[in-house]
């Protein structure tokens, strides 16, 4: 079955750290990788994607992530984090089946001043 | 260009009823999709409707159905409540069949099952 797996339940980083959220999913053909991130009584917010091209992809708020075939991973980085980048983050994999996404179990990122 | 609204933010409803909740999707997004969001199992896929047609379904009972009108608005119910139905129900548009995986979420409606 298609999965993804996110190592870490949670993440505490001191301000202006660097932080990596690790991201695995189950090998396919064709996949497509996401990191949405959700804050506090919201919905989720689309943070980056990957469909195809480049495999490094980048937000505009600073994080960035790289996709890895022969890993299969979709590891998100940022090199200094903020207070306001406290949130829980998802990683996500669609195989190409609309709006189907599958999600990882989610990981809390708490950054301490 | 208004988000996606769903309608109730929250309710309580005892075990054995039923509930309907409301998505209204971006203007001119054809496709909206449900998740379940609890703690223990993280976000779920429940179905996706495009165009009224149910494209996508996930590993739900029966007993969660839903709609989609011809004004793309989309409900989804719940019959014999459970507690563990107890969740956040996300409703999520997009604009159309190639739009893959870049979804607008709402911001939920918390269902919580006594």
């Known amino acids: 079955a298609q999965s993804v797996t996110q190592l870490d339940s949670q993440v505490p980083v001191f301000e202006e750290a660097p932080v990596e959220l690790r991201c695995n999913y189950s090998?396919?053909?064709?996949?497509?990788l996401f990191w949405y991130v959700q804050y506090p009584n919201q919905g989720l917010q689309l943070l980056l994607k990957?469909?195809?091209?480049?495999?490094l992809v980048k937000s505009i708020n600073g994080f960035e992530a790289e996709f890895n075939k022969s890993q299969t991973s979709f590891h998100l980085r940022k090199p200094s984090v903020h207070i306001s980048d406290t949130a829980e983050y998802f990683c996500a994999v669609t195989y190409n089946q609309g709006g189907k996404l599958i999600f990882g179990q989610g990981t809390e990122l708490s950054v301490k001043p | 260009k208004a988000g996606v609204t769903q309608t109730p933010r929250y309710l309580i409803k005892t075990r054995g009823q039923q509930v309907t909740l409301s998505c209204s999707p971006i203007s001119g997004h054809r496709s909206v999709s449900w998740y379940q969001q609890t703690p223990g199992q993280g976000l779920q896929f429940l179905f996706e409707y495009f165009s009224e047609t149910q494209r996508n379904k996930g590993n739900f009972p029966g007993r969660f159905s839903g709609r989609q009108f011809s004004n793309s608005r989309s409900e989804m119910n719940v019959s014999t409540l459970e507690l563990g139905d107890s969740a956040l129900y996300l409703c999520a548009s997009s604009s159309g069949r190639l739009a893959v995986g870049e979804l607008f979420f709402g911001e939920g409606s918390r269902l919580t099952v006594l």
């Open positions: 090998s396919s053909v064709s996949v497509y």
């Open positions: 990957y469909l195809s091209g480049s495999t």
